[in-house]
């Protein structure tokens, strides 16, 4: 359910997407020329994808929801018990806004290269609440379940940032080495390619 969610947010914002990539790119590019800076492919790869993240994260907040529900609810845990654990309703809202928030923690984790969780607490809390905020004023809910569900996606990302990090620590070099990390995102980005343009239609592969 979760991933035909996400294939049908690339569905609907794949025009602006297409345009906001290669705008940013050339820009990128550009900047890297100009100013003579180093092109390491994994990391503008990685800032690519946390462009393409965010932008479906705000069309997926902002325009799917299965809750029925709207309005305001500030009694924590009330929406989360609601949903039968297992049911499609549960996966959604409860499993879903655990996870769509995962990558936000990770990536965050390491552009501000948190150490503790309370680096990641006040960005996600912020985030997140902004995101209920902004909910509410477009005909939607408020839920501090949602809050509570997306901050714990948060620190998972952050533990799972952690993690990785303390791992690649203790790796062979070639694993540390730019050029392993290069042809790992030259992989991903030929499956995450051949995966958007099925998604779109376009059928190139």
Request: net charge neutral; hydrophobic share 55%.
């Amino acid at each position: 359910m979760i991933v035909d969610t996400l294939s049908g947010a690339i569905q609907d914002i794949w025009p602006m997407l297409v345009i906001f990539l290669v705008v940013i790119i050339a820009i990128r590019i550009s900047y890297i020329k100009i100013n003579h800076e180093r092109f390491i492919f994994y990391k503008e790869f990685l800032n690519l994808i946390f462009i393409i993240y965010v932008l479906l994260l705000f069309q997926l907040l902002t325009s799917t929801e299965m809750n029925t529900n709207s309005g305001l609810n500030i009694v924590p845990f009330t929406e989360i018990f609601r949903y039968e654990i297992g049911s499609k309703l549960f996966v959604f809202n409860v499993i879903g806004n655990i996870v769509i928030f995962i990558p936000f923690g990770y990536f965050v984790s390491g552009y501000v290269k948190a150490s503790k969780v309370s680096h990641i607490l006040f960005i996600s809390v912020i985030t997140s609440l902004t995101v209920e905020l902004v909910q509410l004023q477009i005909g939607r809910s408020f839920d501090i379940d949602d809050i509570l569900l997306n901050v714990t996606g948060s620190i998972i990302g952050f533990l799972l940032f952690i993690g990785l990090t303390a791992i690649k620590k203790h790796l062979p070099r070639f694993f540390q080495s730019d050029v392993f990390y290069n042809i790992l995102c030259i992989v991903l980005f030929a499956l995450a390619l051949i995966y958007f343009t099925r998604t779109i239609g376009l059928g190139w592969f």
